[in-house]
């Protein structure tokens, strides 16, 4: 379509018809949760996490009521147990992570000016698994089986059975299903950023928000998988007796630490960076100029990232590591506040060097970042080890923890709701209810931890709940109490204000005047996102580039149309954004509903230890999956391309390193091979702490021959797989379909020999932890032959049944990366439980 066609308000009227149509949600409530566009989503995500919060801090209240005199009787102990625990894994896993996912899943297609990102059922799907993993733990309190051993629930009292109940299979399951929604988002978002940017929007122009979250994302892919890998470890010992943290069996309760801390500290800057990241939206905004130093916020934003997976074990100076690990960790945990206060720095200079207007989310933002600070400077006190000596598991360590977590996670959200809530609903908030929050809340936070300093010095214990009155702790409780009770009351005020919303007026269009894409929408938004997708030359593009909303608004920039009937963006490329294709979104399904819903039938029932149960809705799960894909994904289309505007077509197709589903597996087995990673981590971590690994009893191992054997086949249906991709790929049908049920075959194959080493050695994995580790090792990747083999047999199917061709190989390509990972997975098992540790 021409420049010029858009100057015809007929035309202009039909084309915005036709992307109404398309982008309509379907009527109906239930109907209408079928809908997978990601700004659907992301309002049922927030809303869910927000209410998830709601639901931790009146647990919190009812601690701090306990606690607010000695001897209180409230509650009693087992109860306390249950409110912390649930308490901490609710804010954490249940508010923090999903409600920044959230948020992303709102802001990113506008910012980004795409239709919607890549893969809207799978955020859709995320958000089911989220809200049935999230029902199950937190509603467990009311039938007095919540998990009660903190939201770390270290071993051996966790993993034993008869000192714990099924509260910490609750904890335990039901957080992996939850983690799984985690990963499932981090991709959706990385590849969102990479791929589904407007032409024109080079890595150097994408919005600072954008940057966050790529960063974020990534660090979820090598923070969660390592605690998944100690989950699974955790429930085979609670499960089947596998002692993996079993001192008496040879196995370590601080291998748990390890890997839960690997996850543990690198979760705080997961959900502080995304604050920041709307920080560097709302100060130019306020400052209503560029943000100073754009290329050192994004380096810090990357080093505060790596600095990050440097930390974790100064949560473990008191478990007696040697004192070179010490002085290492804890010279790394100083070294994160460079870059944390480049970017502070950053915001006070664009601050200082604009023309500020002041208003209420600048006032957060500003509150925040001081409550932030203080909570920054007793991190640096407990990162030297001496010090941290004597405040561990005390209440120091309370309150800067959660002046970490307030400064730099709640109060920053509060700064971004009442920035975006506009933008969201075309409506602002009330300036004077959230200025009155925002101090109820500023003195609340003060009031409630500060005093927590004092009395963890003086020597209250984290995690007790109540306290003799001769140790004078009370004066400081009651305050804390009284504290928490003004903060509380404030964010009360926030909801009050969050209700009365829809009975005000419309807000103007951009009311902030701010200068990056999202501000496009308006107060009577479509459904479509953006009417026409922009070419960008600056960082603000509404600021710099003439008649920018103009244009957008008149559909002169590309995709102004859905001819076709169909939900569509395109995709660029990775570093400079030029566009390469159109691809096709999925539309309203309740497939992700269902598969989630099945999904979750796998963790639930094995809490109640429902095994056959369990596997039958596993079987269900993966007919669910299968039939997602069969009939969602890899389309061949009507047509190979079609135009976009300015005389530009674009093909409708992609496959290979290229398209979005291909970033899409790649993303998702790095996150798999993390988790491997913590895995064997295990094994030489036994090796590590043992005189002798394999004992001499068990020296013989499960042999060399097996492993060897399993290996081979392995990467033969590696083998396979690659040659069936560069057959099919020159036009040889037949003879790629004959490679691909080769490996079938071999994959099977494999599952037989990756036993066979650990069962015809008779090795007991409830006798000692190194036959555990073995077995672990062997069934995870027993495990993924057989998924390779159903993987190869989709493919196979794919290609009999006339949708998959050498021009259309976007299945097979998939396929192939995901045995590329199977095959690292192959080599390094088989070679580390078959040739390691050689004993004489």
Same mark, same amino acid.
């Given at each position: 379509?021409?420049?010029?066609?858009?100057?015809?308000?007929?035309?202009?009227?039909?084309?915005?018809?036709?992307?109404?149509?398309?982008?309509?949600?379907?009527?109906?409530?239930?109907?209408?949760?079928?809908?997978?566009?990601?700004?659907?989503?992301?309002?049922?995500?927030?809303?869910?996490?927000?209410?998830?919060?709601?639901?931790?801090?009146?647990?919190?209240?009812?601690?701090?009521?306990?606690?607010?005199?000695?001897?209180?009787?409230?509650?009693?102990?087992? *109860?306390?147990?249950?409110?912390?625990?649930?308490?901490?894994?609710?804010? %954490?896993? /249940? +508010? @923090?992570? =999903?409600?920044?996912? &959230?948020?992303?899943?709102?802001?990113?297609?506008?910012?980004?000016?795409?239709?919607?990102?890549?893969?809207?059922?799978?955020?859709?799907?995320?958000?089911?698994?989220?809200?049935?993993?999230?029902?199950?733990?937190?509603?467990?309190?009311?039938?007095?089986?919540?998990?009660?051993?903190?939201?770390?629930?270290?071993?051996?009292?966790?993993?034993?059975?008869?000192?714990?109940?099924?509260?910490?299979?609750?904890?335990?399951?039901?957080?992996?299903?939850?983690?799984?929604?985690?990963?499932?988002?981090?991709?959706?978002?990385?590849?969102?950023?990479?791929?589904?940017?407007?032409?024109?929007?080079?890595?150097?122009? *994408?919005?600072?928000?954008?940057?966050?979250?790529?960063?974020?994302?990534? %660090?979820? /892919? +090598? @923070?969660? =998988?390592?605690?998944? &890998?100690?989950?699974?470890?955790?429930?085979?010992?609670?499960?089947?007796?596998?002692?993996?943290?079993?001192?008496?069996?040879?196995?370590?309760?601080?291998?748990?630490?390890?890997?839960?801390?690997?996850?543990?500290?690198?979760?705080?800057?997961?959900?502080?960076?995304?604050?920041?990241?709307?920080?560097?939206?709302?100060?130019?905004?306020?400052?209503?100029?560029?943000?100073?130093?754009?290329?050192?916020?994004?380096?810090?934003?990357?080093?505060?990232?790596?600095?990050?997976?440097?930390?974790?074990?100064?949560?473990?100076?008191?478990?007696?590591?040697?004192?070179?690990?010490?002085?290492?960790?804890?010279?790394?945990?100083?070294?994160?506040?460079?870059?944390?206060?480049?970017?502070?720095?950053?915001?006070?200079?664009?601050?200082?060097?604009?023309?500020?207007?002041?208003?209420?989310?600048?006032?957060?933002?500003?509150?925040?970042?001081?409550?932030?600070?203080?909570?920054?400077?007793?991190?640096?006190?407990?990162?030297?080890?001496?010090?941290?000596?004597?405040?561990?598991?005390?209440?120091?360590?309370?309150?800067?923890?959660?002046?970490?977590?307030?400064?730099?996670?709640?109060?920053?959200?509060?700064?971004?709701?009442?920035?975006?809530?506009?933008?969201?609903?075309?409506?602002?908030?009330?300036?004077?209810?959230?200025?009155?929050?925002?101090?109820?809340?500023?003195?609340?936070?003060?009031?409630?931890?500060?005093?927590?300093?004092?009395?963890?010095?003086?020597?209250?214990?984290?995690?007790?709940?109540?306290?003799?009155?001769?140790?004078?702790?009370?004066?400081?409780?009651?305050?804390?109490?009284?504290?928490?009770?003004?903060?509380?009351?404030?964010?009360?005020?926030?909801?009050?204000?969050?209700?009365?919303?829809?009975?005000?007026?419309?807000?103007?269009?951009?009311?902030?005047?701010?200068?990056?894409?999202?501000?496009?929408?308006?107060?009577?938004?479509?459904?479509?996102?953006?009417?026409?997708?922009?070419?960008?030359?600056?960082?603000?593009?509404?600021?710099?580039?003439?008649?920018?909303?103009?244009?957008?608004?008149?559909?002169?920039?590309?995709?102004?149309?859905?001819?076709?009937?169909?939900?569509?963006?395109?995709?660029?490329?990775?570093?400079?954004?030029?566009?390469?294709?159109?691809?096709?979104?999925?539309?309203?399904?309740?497939?992700?509903?269902?598969?989630?819903?099945?999904?979750?039938?796998?963790?639930?029932?094995?809490?109640?230890?429902?095994?056959?149960?369990?596997?039958?809705?596993?079987?269900?799960?993966?007919?669910?999956?299968?039939?997602?894909?069969?009939?969602?994904?890899?389309?061949?289309?009507?047509?190979?391309?079609?135009?976009?505007?300015?005389?530009?077509?674009?093909?409708?197709?992609?496959?290979?390193?290229?398209?979005?589903?291909?970033?899409?597996?790649?993303?998702?087995?790095?996150?798999?091979?993390?988790?491997?990673?913590?895995?064997?981590?295990?094994?030489?971590?036994?090796?590590?702490?043992?005189?002798?690994?394999?004992?001499?009893?068990?020296?013989?191992?499960?042999?060399?021959?097996?492993?060897?054997?399993?290996?081979?086949?392995?990467?033969?249906?590696?083998?396979?797989?690659?040659?069936?991709?560069?057959?099919?790929?020159?036009?040889?049908?037949?003879?790629?379909?004959?490679?691909?049920?080769?490996?079938?075959?071999?994959?099977?194959?494999?599952?037989?020999?990756?036993?066979?080493?650990?069962?015809?050695?008779?090795?007991?994995?409830?006798?000692?932890?190194?036959?555990?580790?073995?077995?672990?090792?062997?069934?995870?990747?027993?495990?993924?032959?057989?998924?390779?083999?159903?993987?190869?047999?989709?493919?196979?199917?794919?290609?009999?049944?006339?949708?998959?061709?050498?021009?259309?190989?976007?299945?097979?390509?998939?396929?192939?990366?995901?045995?590329?990972?199977?095959?690292?997975?192959?080599?390094?098992?088989?070679?580390?439980?078959?040739?390691?540790?050689?004993?004489?």
């Amino acid at each position: 379509m021409s420049l010029h066609a858009q100057d015809d308000p007929a035309l202009r009227a039909a084309q915005e018809e036709r992307l109404r149509a398309v982008w309509e949600p379907p009527r109906g409530l239930f109907l209408r949760w079928t809908d997978t566009n990601n700004n659907q989503v992301g309002v049922w995500y927030t809303l869910t996490a927000f209410c998830f919060m709601l639901f931790a801090g009146v647990l919190a209240l009812i601690m701090r009521t306990q606690l607010a005199v000695p001897d209180n009787d409230l509650v009693g102990a087992g *109860m306390f147990n249950q409110l912390f625990t649930l308490h901490g894994s609710m804010m %954490m896993f /249940l +508010f @923090a992570v =999903p409600m920044f996912e &959230a948020v992303s899943i709102i802001l990113l297609p506008q910012l980004l000016g795409a239709r919607d990102l890549p893969f809207p059922r799978l955020s859709a799907f995320g958000y089911w698994s989220f809200l049935i993993g999230g029902v199950f733990v937190g509603g467990s309190i009311f039938f007095n089986a919540a998990p009660d051993g903190g939201w770390f629930m270290y071993p051996p009292l966790t993993t034993r059975t008869d000192l714990s109940g099924l509260g910490a299979d609750i904890w335990m399951l039901g957080l992996s299903f939850i983690e799984v929604s985690s990963v499932a988002a981090a991709v959706e978002l990385i590849v969102g950023v990479l791929k589904c940017r407007p032409p024109g929007m080079r890595l150097n122009l *994408m919005p600072l928000y954008a940057w966050y979250i790529l960063v974020v994302a990534v %660090m979820i /892919l +090598f @923070a969660f =998988p390592p605690l998944i &890998a100690g989950d699974v470890l955790f429930e085979m010992e609670r499960l089947l007796n596998w002692p993996f943290f079993d001192a008496a069996r040879g196995g370590d309760p601080l291998l748990w630490q390890h890997l839960f801390w690997i996850f543990g500290h690198p979760e705080v800057y997961i959900i502080f960076l995304p604050s920041i990241a709307l920080f560097a939206m709302l100060v130019p905004t306020f400052a209503r100029r560029h943000l100073l130093g754009y290329p050192w916020i994004v380096l810090a934003a990357v080093g505060t990232a790596f600095l990050s997976f440097g930390l974790w074990v100064h949560h473990m100076f008191t478990t007696g590591l040697p004192k070179i690990s010490l002085a290492f960790f804890s010279a790394a945990s100083e070294a994160v506040a460079i870059p944390t206060g480049v970017q502070i720095f950053v915001f006070i200079a664009t601050l200082w060097a604009g023309r500020v207007t002041w208003s209420t989310p600048l006032l957060y933002a500003t509150g925040s970042l001081a409550i932030f600070v203080i909570g920054g400077l007793t991190g640096v006190m407990v990162a030297v080890a001496p010090f941290d000596w004597q405040a561990h598991d005390t209440y120091f360590i309370v309150a800067h923890l959660h002046y970490v977590l307030i400064g730099g996670t709640l109060m920053p959200l509060f700064a971004g709701l009442y920035y975006y809530w506009p933008l969201i609903t075309g409506k602002k908030l009330s300036d004077r209810l959230g200025r009155i929050a925002f101090w109820m809340l500023f003195a609340g936070a003060n009031l409630t931890f500060f005093p927590m300093h004092f009395s963890g010095l003086m020597g209250m214990p984290r995690r007790v709940f109540t306290y003799p009155a001769e140790l004078g702790l009370g004066a400081l409780n009651m305050a804390s109490t009284l504290g928490a009770w003004l903060f509380a009351a404030g964010v009360a005020v926030i909801c009050v204000d969050l209700c009365l919303s829809p009975r005000r007026a419309k807000s103007a269009r951009n009311p902030w005047n701010a200068g990056t894409l999202e501000w496009l929408a308006h107060p009577d938004d479509e459904n479509w996102g953006i009417r026409s997708i922009p070419i960008i030359q600056s960082r603000y593009p509404i600021w710099d580039q003439k008649d920018f909303v103009k244009k957008v608004d008149e559909g002169r920039f590309f995709l102004p149309d859905a001819e076709e009937g169909r939900r569509e963006t395109i995709i660029t490329t990775v570093l400079d954004a030029r566009p390469l294709a159109v691809v096709r979104l999925g539309g309203p399904s309740i497939k992700p509903m269902l598969t989630a819903i099945a999904l979750g039938g796998v963790f639930i029932l094995t809490t109640f230890h429902l095994y056959w149960a369990s596997l039958v809705s596993a079987v269900v799960t993966l007919g669910m999956v299968l039939w997602w894909l069969w009939s969602g994904t890899a389309e061949i289309p009507e047509k190979p391309c079609k135009p976009i505007g300015h005389g530009m077509k674009l093909p409708l197709y992609l496959s290979g390193p290229s398209a979005p589903g291909w970033w899409a597996m790649f993303i998702t087995m790095m996150a798999d091979a993390t988790a491997f990673s913590g895995l064997v981590f295990g094994y030489f971590f036994f090796w590590t702490r043992h005189a002798e690994f394999p004992p001499m009893a068990l020296a013989d191992g499960p042999g060399v021959l097996w492993p060897m054997v399993a290996m081979a086949i392995g990467l033969a249906s590696w083998v396979a797989t690659l040659a069936a991709r560069e057959i099919h790929a020159r036009g040889g049908v037949a003879l790629a379909r004959a490679m691909l049920l080769a490996g079938v075959v071999l994959s099977l194959s494999g599952i037989a020999a990756g036993l066979a080493g650990p069962w015809s050695s008779g090795l007991d994995p409830q006798a000692h932890s190194y036959p555990a580790i073995v077995w672990t090792l062997a069934i995870w990747t027993v495990a993924h032959s057989g998924v390779a083999a159903i993987m190869q047999s989709y493919a196979l199917a794919r290609s009999l049944g006339g949708r998959m061709d050498p021009a259309h190989d976007a299945d097979l390509r998939n396929v192939t990366v995901y045995m590329h990972f199977f095959a690292l997975t192959v080599l390094v098992t088989y070679a580390t439980i078959g040739l390691f540790p050689e004993v004489a």
